[in-house]
């Protein structure tokens, strides 16, 4: 059964920067992404990244988040710079993601609190 597992959120102010990081139990071939719930809000799409890299973002975070990943180690990143407030949320990370749209496979998700 395929685990993910999400780490490096936390608080920051406005203007601060944090690395997400995603750890897989096995390789995943398909396209991993970012997707972020705010309270009160839908689950929305942040970022994906396929196999060969290529990548895919918001326009809300356009500039500010870049996705990468590490195939050898099962690993997907998501360096956010430049933090606002509305960033606030949790944010999961996600298996087998066609465009924007998530797949199957979820994360528990990590809190990011960003700070005016």
């Known amino acids: 059964q395929v685990q993910l597992v999400e780490s490096g959120g936390g608080l920051v102010q406005a203007g601060g920067s944090l690395r997400l990081s995603c750890a897989s139990s096995?390789?995943?071939?398909?396209?991993m992404g970012w997707y972020r719930q705010a309270p009160g809000k839908q689950r929305e799409f942040v970022a994906s990244i396929t196999w060969s890299a290529t990548t895919n973002y918001a326009d809300s975070v356009k500039g500010r988040f870049t996705i990468s990943r590490d195939i050898a180690k099962n690993t997907v990143h998501l360096q956010m710079n430049s933090l606002k407030p509305e960033d606030t949320a949790i944010y999961y990370c996600n298996a087998g993601v066609i465009g924007s749209v998530p797949g199957n496979i979820w994360g528990r998700g990590t809190q990011v609190t960003v700070s005016a």
């Open positions: 096995v390789r995943i071939f398909s396209s």
